[in-house]
């Protein structure tokens, strides 16, 4: 039998690199291309405007170390930055210059690898424990970012791709410094809402709380004022924890404008998540944010968030609840809401809303 004749197509187009980085690595490019063109070269201006600001300092050895007077001043400051902010940087933190740069280089190891290399991780689920991948989360994304990012679960039980060889160590140690500060942290902030460090452990389940490091890289984008690293959201767990590679970028939301973070030498950053805000029945809200890309330098951050146990109901704290401050959130198992907010498109605090019980 002859073959069936085939009507004239188009030739198919190729598909778009995988990743912004082999897109930036294997063309010299002049534009961004439509697909990444989050705005419209019309209206590039931001509605919303960007102010300049001092952003909040946590001493942290003040937390640790400090007399009963001093710590009690630092919890009030704690609880102050997450009631106006959202968001803090941690100086004096007592984690060694040499483990963040050693994590910061093997992060780069990792997306310095070819995309087949990579492509071991490109997850297939969200809930994957090893995800490397571009953008948010391409099923659901209406428009592209200019991010790569590898996420790793590192606890309770620690993941790691197998290269860099150096990956698993490093971010060992670095997960566990790193969930340390922020356990000493989330005592803090819990204080600071006038409740016992016990009541917090067992409510949230900390002892195996969920973690996860998220790896981001922005390559030098030709058009850095169409396109975006990271849209307008919220994280999903109780507090984030961030270090980046010396190049800016991030901006915090703070009483509806933007406000550009530039991180004191060697300070992590951090921001309140969405537990916190269901938690605290909606005293600490969780802080929008974004992330800008530049033309000139690759940016690097990596992101560790601090959660309850994904078995965890995760609910308003009684005592915050009474006749005066209604329950603002119903109870859910974080381990769903973590799946559904990986699984949606990344859209400012939407993924709140399945389990608010009252209109913001
Ligand atoms: O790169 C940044 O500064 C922000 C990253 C971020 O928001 C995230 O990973 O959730
Ligand atoms: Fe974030």
């Given at each position: 039998m002859a073959p069936p004749i085939l009507p004239h197509t188009a030739p198919i187009p190729s598909p778009p690199p995988s990743s912004v980085k082999e897109l930036t690595n294997s063309t010299s490019l002049g534009s961004v291309p439509p697909q990444y063109a989050i705005r419209n070269p019309e209206t590039t201006m931001d509605i919303e405007p960007i102010i300049e600001e001092e952003i909040p300092t946590v001493d942290f050895s003040l937390l640790t170390e400090g007399t009963p007077e001093q710590r009690s001043q630092v919890v009030r400051h704690l609880g102050k930055a997450c009631e106006d902010w959202g968001f803090f940087m941690v100086v004096?933190?007592?984690?060694?210059e040499r483990l963040r740069e050693a994590m910061l280089i093997s992060m780069k190891e990792f997306f310095d690898q070819t995309e087949e290399e990579k492509g071991e991780?490109?997850?297939?689920?969200?809930?994957?424990p090893i995800r490397y991948g571009t953008s948010f989360n391409l099923t659901v994304d209406d428009v592209r970012y200019w991010r790569d990012y590898l996420k790793v679960f590192v606890h309770p039980i620690l993941y790691s791709p197998a290269?860099?060889?150096?990956f698993r160590e490093i971010s060992k140690e670095y997960a566990a410094s790193t969930r340390a500060m922020g356990m000493e942290l989330l005592r803090g902030i819990w204080e600071s809402l006038g409740l016992e460090e016990n009541d917090m452990t067992k409510a949230l389940d900390l002892h195996s709380c969920y973690q996860v490091l998220v790896g981001n890289i922005y390559p030098p984008c030709p058009q850095p004022e169409l396109a975006i690293g990271l849209p307008a959201h919220s994280d999903h767990g109780l507090l984030t924890i961030l270090l980046q590679n010396g190049v800016n970028g991030l901006q915090v939301k703070r009483r509806g404008s933007w406000v550009r973070v530039e991180p004191l030498p060697n300070s992590f950053l951090v921001n309140t998540g969405d537990q916190m805000e269901v938690v605290s029945n909606g005293r600490y809200k969780s802080v929008l944010h974004r992330a800008e890309v530049n033309s000139q330098s690759t940016r690097m951050s990596i992101a560790t968030v601090v959660a309850p146990s994904l078995d965890t109901i995760v609910?308003?704290?009684?005592?915050?609840?009474g006749d005066e401050h209604p329950m603002m959130f119903r109870g859910m198992r974080y381990g769903e809401y973590l799946e559904c907010q990986q699984a949606t498109?990344?859209?400012?605090?939407?993924?709140?809303d399945p389990v608010r019980l009252h209109a913001e």
């Amino acid at each position: 039998m002859a073959p069936p004749i085939l009507p004239h197509t188009a030739p198919i187009p190729s598909p778009p690199p995988s990743s912004v980085k082999e897109l930036t690595n294997s063309t010299s490019l002049g534009s961004v291309p439509p697909q990444y063109a989050i705005r419209n070269p019309e209206t590039t201006m931001d509605i919303e405007p960007i102010i300049e600001e001092e952003i909040p300092t946590v001493d942290f050895s003040l937390l640790t170390e400090g007399t009963p007077e001093q710590r009690s001043q630092v919890v009030r400051h704690l609880g102050k930055a997450c009631e106006d902010w959202g968001f803090f940087m941690v100086v004096n933190h007592g984690i060694p210059e040499r483990l963040r740069e050693a994590m910061l280089i093997s992060m780069k190891e990792f997306f310095d690898q070819t995309e087949e290399e990579k492509g071991e991780y490109t997850g297939k689920h969200v809930m994957d424990p090893i995800r490397y991948g571009t953008s948010f989360n391409l099923t659901v994304d209406d428009v592209r970012y200019w991010r790569d990012y590898l996420k790793v679960f590192v606890h309770p039980i620690l993941y790691s791709p197998a290269k860099p060889p150096s990956f698993r160590e490093i971010s060992k140690e670095y997960a566990a410094s790193t969930r340390a500060m922020g356990m000493e942290l989330l005592r803090g902030i819990w204080e600071s809402l006038g409740l016992e460090e016990n009541d917090m452990t067992k409510a949230l389940d900390l002892h195996s709380c969920y973690q996860v490091l998220v790896g981001n890289i922005y390559p030098p984008c030709p058009q850095p004022e169409l396109a975006i690293g990271l849209p307008a959201h919220s994280d999903h767990g109780l507090l984030t924890i961030l270090l980046q590679n010396g190049v800016n970028g991030l901006q915090v939301k703070r009483r509806g404008s933007w406000v550009r973070v530039e991180p004191l030498p060697n300070s992590f950053l951090v921001n309140t998540g969405d537990q916190m805000e269901v938690v605290s029945n909606g005293r600490y809200k969780s802080v929008l944010h974004r992330a800008e890309v530049n033309s000139q330098s690759t940016r690097m951050s990596i992101a560790t968030v601090v959660a309850p146990s994904l078995d965890t109901i995760v609910e308003p704290a009684s005592q915050l609840v009474g006749d005066e401050h209604p329950m603002m959130f119903r109870g859910m198992r974080y381990g769903e809401y973590l799946e559904c907010q990986q699984a949606t498109r990344l859209k400012a605090k939407s993924a709140l809303d399945p389990v608010r019980l009252h209109a913001e």
